[in-house]
């Protein structure tokens, strides 16, 4: 019975430090918004303050450092 108790433990406080370090990861990325417009075909950027509707389409980005990238490129299966 103790067994268990200290699995279900260690278990436990695994689980909570990965969902904070995966939280915090997460929250530095820099991400941006952006949604369709017509008008040009594309995405656009959206603003602060901006108000989003239900119907908009959105897509949620960053920009990657291109000095990561070796100089042949890198191919995208």
Not at 32 to 60: C, Q
């Amino acid at each position: 019975m103790i067994t268990f108790f200290i699995y279900t433990c260690l278990f436990s406080a695994g689980f909570l430090a990965g969902s904070y370090f995966k939280a915090a990861k997460f929250d530095r990325i820099p991400w941006e918004a952006y949604r369709w417009d017509n008008a040009i075909f594309g995405y656009r950027k959206v603003m602060l303050g901006s108000l989003v509707k239900k119907g908009d389409r959105i897509l949620l980005g960053y920009e990657v450092d291109q000095n990561v990238f070796p100089e042949e490129g890198v191919r995208y299966d």
